[in-house]
Nanobody, 118 residues
């Protein structure tokens, strides 16, 4: 059974930083591409950052230059360092995982709330 546990969210003022963590179990972690999703209030859940098995990272345009995704295979964890936060970054952040040539998993965790005040 896949389990994904997000943590590290909180309240922060615009311009501040947060570091999110996601601990995964029930998967062969090193074989999975990992991603962070964000669901803003009243909006769909969108992919904001991805890191592949070899450490290559990609980001949605709105977070490029501000967010950094990383992984630690020894800890079965993926992280999202968020700097220069903006109010529009507010939302619930979720992690997910997928194998190559496969879809993102359907077992979402509880997410972690990030609120950026102006």
């Amino acid at each position: 059974q896949v389990q994904l546990v997000e943590s590290g969210g909180g309240l922060v003022q615009a311009g501040g930083s947060l570091r999110l963590s996601c601990a995964a179990s029930g998967i062969i972690f090193r074989l999975n591409t990992l991603g962070w999703y964000r669901q803003a209030p009243g909006k769909q859940r969108d992919l904001v950052a991805v890191i592949t098995t070899d450490g290559s990272a990609n980001y949605t345009d709105s977070v490029k230059g501000r967010f950094t995704i990383s992984r630690d295979n020894s800890k079965n964890s993926v992280y999202l360092q968020m700097n220069s936060l903006k109010p529009e970054d507010t939302g619930v952040y979720y992690c997910n995982a997928r194998l190559r040539q496969q879809s993102w998993g359907g077992s979402w965790g509880q997410g972690t709330q990030v609120t950026v005040s102006s």
